[in-house]
């Protein structure tokens, strides 16, 4: 696909999710204040195309020292103690609001706003951590040749289920057959996937 396409339709989609979704942003943003009186969102480092770093936007769905925790819980991550990503189902981090907004996804609605200034595109690999980029693989590396995206093919197939190495396979099995009709097909196919919830945590 063209990238100039490409872009237009990053632009045209990201601008209107923000308007069709701004009560959503609105609540979620009213809800994570009132749960601890924290900050409403999250921005994070994360690996983009061509290895050049951006800062990521979520709506903050863990308590404010999430990090500080996490070399606590190591030794329970679902995707193994030497797993390039980390994921756990039950992990005492999230808070009760965060619970619902990872469950829907809606934590990762604030990346409408990467998208629209060009970070992120709506379909595409996930972004990465950059201490999970210096654990790659010479051929996982290949993910890093497009831009992330909101969602992709192991979002729509199983998300947090399923494990790395499989992630980066259905990522580059993506680059490969990348189109206009691909990107369509899992934009349509992650509606049924967020609201069915499996897989998210």
Same mark, same amino acid.
């Given at each position: 696909? =063209?990238?100039?396409?490409?872009?237009?339709?990053?632009?045209?989609?990201?601008?209107? =999710?923000?308007?069709?979704?701004?009560?959503?942003?609105?609540?979620? *943003?009213?809800?994570?204040?009132?749960?601890?009186?924290?900050?409403?969102?999250? @921005?994070?480092?994360?690996?983009?195309?061509?290895? @050049? %770093?951006?800062?990521?936007?979520?709506?903050?769905?863990?308590?404010?020292?999430?990090?500080?925790?996490? *070399?606590?819980?190591?030794?329970?991550?679902?995707?193994?103690? +030497?797993?390039?990503?980390?994921?756990?189902?039950?992990?005492?981090?999230?808070? &009760?609001?965060?619970?619902?907004?990872?469950?829907?996804?809606?934590? +990762?609605?604030?990346?409408?706003?990467?998208?629209?200034?060009?970070?992120?595109?709506?379909?595409?690999?996930?972004?990465?951590?950059?201490?999970?980029?210096?654990?790659?693989? =010479?051929?996982?590396?290949? &993910?890093?040749?497009?831009? %992330?995206?909101?969602?992709?093919?192991?979002?729509?197939?199983? &998300?947090?289920?399923?494990?790395?190495?499989?992630?980066?396979?259905?990522?580059?099995?993506?680059? =490969?057959? +990348?189109?206009?009709?691909?990107?369509?097909?899992?934009?349509?196919?992650?509606?049924?996937?967020?609201?069915?919830?499996?897989?998210?945590?």
């Amino acid at each position: 696909m =063209a990238s100039s396409v490409k872009r237009a339709l990053d632009v045209l989609g990201s601008a209107c =999710a923000i308007l069709t979704f701004s009560p959503i942003f609105l609540a979620s *943003a009213l809800l994570v204040k009132l749960e601890d009186g924290g900050p409403i969102t999250f @921005r994070q480092t994360r690996i983009g195309r061509g290895g @050049r %770093p951006f800062k990521m936007l979520k709506f903050r769905s863990m308590v404010p020292n999430a990090e500080a925790i996490k *070399a606590k819980i190591m030794a329970d991550n679902k995707h193994g103690t +030497e797993g390039v990503t980390f994921k756990m189902a039950d992990d005492p981090r999230v808070t &009760r609001v965060g619970r619902v907004l990872r469950k829907y996804s809606i934590d +990762e609605f604030p990346q409408f706003f990467n998208v629209f200034f060009g970070e992120m595109s709506l379909v595409g690999p996930r972004p990465s951590l950059p201490q999970e980029v210096t654990r790659y693989k =010479a051929w996982q590396l290949r &993910r890093l040749k497009v831009k %992330p995206g909101i969602t992709c093919l192991w979002q729509i197939g199983g &998300r947090s289920d399923i494990d790395f190495e499989g992630q980066v396979r259905l990522d580059l099995e993506y680059i =490969a057959s +990348e189109s206009l009709w691909t990107d369509l097909k899992i934009l349509l196919k992650t509606v049924p996937a967020v609201i069915s919830g499996r897989g998210a945590y």
